[in-house]
């Protein structure tokens, strides 16, 4: 069957309106799950399809279901699932050391610590303005040696990249890498694509509802957070 040229859907973007500096403590998975639960909470009443959650981190992917009857995928944990559909062990390639424990507890929480072979780090502080843009001379090179030491030292025969924003790199590693990199901003529109196909969603039994749903507190929560940050 010939795959198809071109996405099958619009993308609509909508940053969160207050958020955390960085995503290494719990700290900041708090900040994390309301600002993207607030981000999200009205997508099925506007009429969207589906949500995808642009964070390794997951965050907010959980509240969001018990909210939502339309597929909400975050490809932290479809990443690593997913490279066990090409592997046996898989690692992990963190951006900088502080956020090693977050993708190590990941692994623990979603039961995978028997197929993860390692989590590394390629030691460069994140740029949230120009994600890998004019570090293709210097990073690059630094990220495919770490790939390979999880590949030749720890067993890894999948890599996933840890952040959706090292997608600049993502082609100059697969090119050169001996096993699959998964590629994690892409994998969910994917999954999404395929999952809207099949008239599937996630299982109400495991993301029940809440009893009392209260929109109107976590707006009110979040628009206070956003003035605060304005200040």
Same mark, same amino acid.
């Given at each position: 069957?010939?795959?198809?040229?071109?996405?099958?859907?619009?993308?609509?973007?909508?940053?969160?309106?207050?958020?955390?500096?960085?995503?290494?403590?719990?700290?900041?998975?708090?900040?994390?799950?309301?600002?993207?639960?607030?981000?999200?909470?009205?997508?099925?009443?506007?009429? @969207?399809?589906?949500?995808?959650?642009?964070?390794?981190?997951?965050?907010?992917?959980?509240?969001?279901?018990?909210?939502?009857? &339309?597929?909400?995928?975050?490809?932290?944990?479809?990443?690593?699932?997913?490279?066990?559909?090409?592997?046996?062990?898989?690692?992990?390639?963190?951006?900088?050391?502080?956020?090693?424990?977050? @993708?190590?507890?990941?692994?623990?929480?979603?039961?995978?610590?028997?197929?993860?072979?390692?989590?590394?780090?390629?030691?460069?502080?994140?740029?949230?303005?120009?994600?890998?843009?004019?570090?293709?001379?210097?990073?690059?090179?630094?990220?495919?040696?770490?790939?390979?030491?999880?590949?030749?030292?720890?067993?890894?025969?999948? &890599?996933?990249?840890?952040?959706?924003?090292?997608?600049?790199?993502?082609?100059?590693?697969?090119?050169?890498?001996?096993?699959?990199? &998964?590629?994690?901003?892409?994998?969910? @529109?994917?999954?999404?694509?395929?999952?809207?196909?099949?008239?599937?969603?996630?299982?109400?039994?495991?993301?029940?509802?809440?009893?009392?749903?209260?929109?109107?507190? &976590?707006?009110?929560?979040?628009?206070?957070?956003?003035?605060?940050?304005?200040?």
């Amino acid at each position: 069957m010939p795959l198809s040229q071109g996405p099958l859907y619009d993308f609509h973007f909508r940053p969160v309106k207050a958020a955390p500096a960085n995503y290494v403590s719990h700290h900041d998975s708090v900040l994390a799950d309301m600002s993207i639960l607030t981000a999200g909470l009205k997508a099925q009443e506007e009429g @969207y399809d589906a949500v995808c959650i642009d964070t390794m981190s997951d965050s907010g992917m959980a509240a969001l279901r018990s909210v939502l009857d &339309i597929p909400v995928v975050s490809p932290g944990k479809a990443s690593m699932l997913f490279a066990l559909n090409l592997g046996s062990k898989f690692s992990v390639l963190a951006q900088w050391p502080p956020a090693i424990i977050r @993708y190590k507890n990941a692994v623990q929480e979603y039961g995978l610590s028997a197929h993860c072979a390692s989590v590394r780090s390629f030691d460069t502080p994140p740029d949230f303005e120009n994600l890998m843009e004019g570090k293709e001379e210097t990073v690059f090179p630094r990220m495919l040696e770490v790939c390979m030491q999880c590949v030749e030292e720890d067993g890894a025969d999948v &890599i996933c990249l840890g952040s959706t924003s090292m997608h600049q790199a993502a082609h100059y590693l697969a090119e050169r890498l001996p096993v699959p990199l &998964i590629n994690p901003g892409p994998l969910t @529109y994917k999954l999404v694509e395929n999952l809207l196909a099949l008239g599937l969603t996630h299982s109400r039994t495991a993301h029940p509802k809440p009893l009392v749903q209260k929109d109107g507190m &976590i707006h009110a929560m979040m628009q206070a957070a956003a003035a605060h940050e304005e200040q």
